[in-house]
C-alpha cells in the first residue's frame, strides 16, 4: 500500500494526527518517500524535545543523527538515541531509527537526495532552536528579536516542506511537471510557513512556560510588553494589536497555500485532498485562536475536534471537482479567521 513496513505506519499514525491523514491519500508514488521522510523528522524533533539529556547532549545526539542520514549505511551510535522519550511511540519510533536508514537506502537515488535535504534542513533548524532557547523553564525565558527572526524560523520548521513536497511532485506527478518550480517552491515554503505560524499562536502559552517566547521583541516593545508579561493571561488584552498582525500576516501565508492547492490538476484528486485537509484545519484552528479568551493560559489546549476533520474530509471530497465550491469553502473559513482576528 505505501511502502512502509506496517509497524513504521502503525507509530506514524500515532505520532502524527493531521498529517498522517494527508500521507494516508498521497499517489503511492509519494508516499514512501513522503512518510519517511517524516518519520526521520520525528525522530529528530523528539531528541530536540526530550528534558532527558541536557542540551548539549541533545545537540550531540543530533549531530550522530545528522550522520547517520549522510551515511544510512553505518547505524553505529544511534543506540544512546533511544532516550526513553515521554511516550511509548516516541520510543518505538526512535528504536526503529535503523529501520528507517536502511529504508532510506531502498528508494530511488534522486529521493533519497531529496529526503536528506529536507531532513538536514529541518535538523539544523531544530539545532539553531537549542542554541537560541537555552533554558527550559519560565525562568530562562527567551524571544526571538525580530520579524526576521519569525520568518526564518518558520522556514527552518515548515517552510522547507513545501519545497520538498513541489520537488517531489514535479519529479513523480506528470501532470504537475511543468509547473513554474520557481512559483510553485516559494507558494510551498509559505504553505508551511502558514501551518507553522498557526501552531506559533496556538502553543504560545506552552512554549513561554519552557522559555520560549517566538513573539519577537521588535513587536512586543511598541506594545509595552516584554516576554515575561505573557506569563500572565490576564496580558491578552495588551497583546490583541500583535496577535492581529501576526493573524494577517498568518492569513497571507494562508492565500499561498491556496494559491498552490489551486494549482494542483484536479485530476490529481489524491494530492489535492492531501494539500487541501491541512489547509482547512490551519483555517479552522486560526479561526479558534482569534476567538480564544485564555490563549495565555497554558491549561487551555486548541485544537479541532476529530468529528468536526472527519466532516471537514467528507465535505471537502464531495467539492473537490469543482474549483468555485473549494474557493466558497475556503474563502468563508478565511473570512472567519479574519473576523476572529478582527480583520473585518
Not at 107 to 116: K, L, N
Not at 151 to 163: K, P, S
Not at 253 to 269: C, K, Q, S, V
Request: aromatic residues 6%.
Amino acid at each position: 500500500m505505501h511502502g512502509i513496513p506496517a509497524p513504521l505506519w502503525r507509530i506514524l499514525q500515532i505520532v502524527s494526527r493531521s498529517f498522517g491523514l494527508s500521507l494516508g491519500i498521497l499517489p503511492r508514488s509519494l508516499r514512501t518517500s513522503f512518510a519517511l521522510g517524516y518519520l526521520l523528522a520525528r525522530a529528530a524533533d523528539t531528541i530536540a524535545d526530550t528534558r532527558i539529556l541536557p542540551q548539549t547532549e541533545r545537540l550531540d545526539a543530533l549531530d550522530r543523527l545528522r550522520q547517520a542520514i549522510d551515511a544510512p549505511e553505518d547505524f553505529s551510535g544511534l543506540a544512546p538515541l533511544v532516550l526513553a522519550p515521554q511516550t511509548q511511540a516516541e520510543r518505538q519510533l526512535l528504536e526503529q531509527l535503523p529501520e528507517c536508514l536502511h529504508l532510506l537506502t531502498t528508494i530511488p537515488d534522486q529521493d533519497r537526495a531529496r529526503v536528506r535535504s529536507v531532513v538536514l534542513t529541518l535538523i539544523s533548524g531544530m539545532a539553531e532552536d537549542l542554541r537560541r532557547f537555552p533554558g527550559e523553564d519560565a525562568q530562562h525565558l527567551t524571544a526571538l528579536d525580530t520579524l526576521d527572526d519569525l520568518d526564518r524560523y518558520t522556514y527552518f520548521a515548515a517552510g522547507c516542506v513545501g519545497e520538498f513536497w513541489t520537488e517531489m511532485t514535479m519529479a513523480h506527478r506528470p501532470a504537475c511537471a511543468r509547473w513554474d518550480a520557481g512559483q510553485m517552491r516559494r507558494l510551498g515554503v509559505r504553505f508551511g510557513q502558514a501551518l507553522q505560524m498557526t501552531n506559533v499562536l496556538r502553543d504560545l502559552a506552552h512554549d513561554l512556560r519552557i522559555g520560549r517566547c517566538y513573539l519577537p521583541l521588535a513587536m512586543l516593545g511598541p506594545v509595552g510588553l516584554t516576554p515575561t508579561d505573557l506569563l500572565d493571561p490576564g496580558t491578552l488584552g495588551r497583546l490583541r494589536p500583535l496577535l492581529t498582525a501576526l493573524m494577517e500576516l498568518t492569513l497571507s501565508h494562508f492565500d499561498a497555500a491556496w494559491a498552490y492547492t489551486r494549482a494542483i490538476p484536479r485530476r490529481e484528486w489524491r494530492l489535492r485532498l492531501a494539500c487541501l485537509w491541512p489547509l482547512l484545519i490551519g483555517l479552522r484552528t486560526l479561526a479558534a485562536i482569534g476567538r480564544a479568551e485564555n490563549l495565555l493560559d497554558p491549561a487551555v489546549v486548541i485544537k479541532i475536534s476529530r468529528s468536526d476533520v472527519y466532516a471537514m474530509m467528507l465535505e471537502s471530497g464531495v467539492r473537490l471537482a469543482s474549483n468555485a465550491a473549494l474557493d466558497r469553502r475556503v474563502h468563508a473559513w478565511r473570512e472567519r479567521a479574519r473576523s476572529a482576528a478582527g480583520l473585518s
